[in-house]
């Protein structure tokens, strides 16, 4: 069975309510079309009922939930909740009720945090900033968790490499410049998510130019530090830094450049240096290899909003909300 088939088996057992706020976008239809079809979630629409299924075309979505912010009858406690919730920024009340009427995000957000949704999916319409932004500001992060982050769910066609071609990769969305402390933190909570999402025990490479000292450059310290800080942190965990992607994957070049490392040729967990090369490097593996890819999925937020990329099709808008009614289910229990 295919990796996605067997989170939608699971998803359907309990079926979670996710919104999807770009209603007025034709991928966002068709995957609510899908999702609806195949009882993979329930749906909140944000928008004018009649305008949206009016945009709908040949695509099905009477069965979903419709809320419109304009005539939403909680709209001024919403805005009330988020006022306080911003109150040491300096948002008033009206500020907040402006935001949620012209903005989308921030009212799905506070669907999802408000407990009227189990989690959120945007991104096709809007660039990751916008969507991470307001889960920032008001989901915040988990307890015990000092960093949100972003990762690919990686599926690979025709691969023997990973996880039988699965992998995740990360953070290839959120943060742009992570020192090594944030390095370990993306790396251990990628290793979370792998888990919780495989099924499988994770096995972490942080990546670099060098392998074993095979490069000198701050750079290559930062990872080195990294991969230090993070095995403290999570003593158990197998990883290893700093390696590069052909002996952190592939077997026989893992043996000789890292003959020590447990992990070298057998990672399962990506984790990029830098957000340059972690959007760049699932990009390449998306369209040149023909991988399908789930996300950004992000982890240590205190509940369940994914990212789309903009380039993306209906088939990752129900991919990607498949993952998080799973992640929603997690939380609920
Ligand atoms: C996500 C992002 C928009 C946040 O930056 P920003 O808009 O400048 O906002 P701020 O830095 O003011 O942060 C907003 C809030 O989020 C919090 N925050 C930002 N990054 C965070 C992180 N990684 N983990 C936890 N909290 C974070 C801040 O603490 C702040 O909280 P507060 O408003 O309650 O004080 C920014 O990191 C970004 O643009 N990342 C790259 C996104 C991107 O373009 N990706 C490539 C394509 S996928
Ligand atoms: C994740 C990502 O790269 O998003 P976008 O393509 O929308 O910038």
């Given at each position: 069975?295919?990796?996605?088939?067997?989170?939608?088996?699971?998803?359907?057992?309990?079926?979670?309510?996710?919104?999807?706020?770009?209603?007025?976008?034709?991928?966002?239809?068709?995957?609510?079309?899908?999702?609806?079809?195949?009882?993979?979630?329930?749906?909140?629409?944000?928008?004018?009922?009649?305008?949206?299924?009016?945009?709908?075309?040949?695509?099905?979505?009477?069965?979903?939930?419709?809320?419109?912010?304009?005539?939403?009858?909680?709209?001024?406690?919403?805005?009330?909740?988020?006022?306080?919730?911003?109150?040491?920024?300096?948002?008033?009340?009206?500020?907040?009720?402006?935001?949620?009427?012209?903005?989308?995000?921030?009212?799905?957000?506070?669907?999802?945090?408000?407990?009227?949704?189990?989690?959120?999916?945007?991104?096709?319409?809007?660039?990751?900033?916008?969507?991470?932004?307001?889960?920032?500001?008001?989901?915040?992060?988990?307890?015990?968790?000092?960093?949100?982050?972003?990762?690919?769910?990686?599926?690979?066609?025709?691969?023997?490499?990973?996880?039988?071609?699965?992998?995740?990769?990360?953070?290839?969305?959120?943060?742009?410049?992570?020192?090594?402390?944030?390095?370990?933190?993306?790396?251990?909570?990628?290793?979370?998510?792998?888990?919780?999402?495989?099924?499988?025990?994770?096995?972490?490479a942080?990546?670099?130019?060098?392998?074993?000292?095979?490069?000198?450059?701050?750079?290559?310290?930062?990872?080195?530090?990294?991969?230090?800080?993070?095995?403290?942190?999570?003593?158990?965990?197998?990883?290893d830094?700093?390696l590069?992607?052909?002996a952190a994957?592939?077997?026989?070049?893992g043996k000789?450049k890292a003959?020590?490392s447990?992990v070298a040729g057998q990672?399962?967990?990506?984790?990029?240096?830098?957000?340059?090369?972690?959007?760049?490097?699932?990009?390449?593996?998306?369209?040149?290899?023909?991988?399908?890819?789930?996300?950004?999925?992000?982890?240590?937020?205190?509940?369940?909003?994914?990212?789309?990329?903009?380039?993306?099709?209906?088939?990752?808008?129900?991919?990607?909300?498949?993952?998080?009614?799973?992640?929603?289910?997690?939380?609920?229990?």
């Open positions: 069975m295919a990796f996605l088939d067997k989170v939608i088996e699971i998803a359907k057992k309990d079926v979670q309510t996710i919104v999807l706020p770009e209603a007025f976008d034709p991928r966002t239809i068709e995957a609510t079309h899908k999702i609806l079809e195949q009882g993979i979630a329930d749906v909140i629409l944000v928008g004018n009922k009649t305008e949206i299924l009016s945009g709908s075309g040949e695509w099905n979505i009477e069965n979903a939930t419709f809320i419109n912010p304009e005539t939403f009858e909680e709209l001024d406690a919403y805005a009330a909740a988020l006022a306080e919730l911003r109150k040491s920024k300096g948002m008033t009340q009206e500020e907040a009720r402006k935001l949620l009427l012209e903005n989308a995000l921030y009212f799905g957000v506070m669907l999802v945090k408000m407990g009227r949704a189990g989690g959120m999916v945007a991104g096709a319409a809007n660039s990751t900033a916008n969507v991470l932004r307001p889960a920032l500001q008001i989901l915040k992060t988990a307890p015990g968790t000092k960093l949100v982050s972003a990762v690919f769910l990686m599926e690979v066609p025709n691969c023997d490499l990973g996880e039988e071609g699965i992998f995740i990769f990360g953070d290839c969305a959120l943060n742009p410049n992570p020192t090594s402390e944030e390095l370990a933190h993306i790396a251990i909570s990628s290793a979370k998510t792998f888990e919780s999402l495989v099924h499988k025990e994770a096995k972490v942080m990546l670099s130019f060098s392998s074993k000292g095979s490069a000198a450059h701050p750079d290559v310290d930062k990872v080195i530090e990294a991969g230090k800080i993070a095995q403290n942190l999570a003593p158990d965990l197998q990883l830094a700093e590069q992607l052909d994957i592939v077997p026989k070049v000789s003959p020590e447990k990672a399962n967990v990506i984790i990029f240096p830098d957000l340059d090369a972690g959007n760049i490097g699932y990009k390449l593996v998306q369209r040149l290899a023909g991988a399908n890819a789930y996300g950004p999925v992000c982890q240590g937020l205190s509940m369940p909003v994914n990212d789309l990329s903009r380039g993306c099709y209906a088939d990752d808008i129900v991919g990607t909300v498949a993952l998080t009614a799973l992640q929603a289910q997690m939380q609920s229990k």
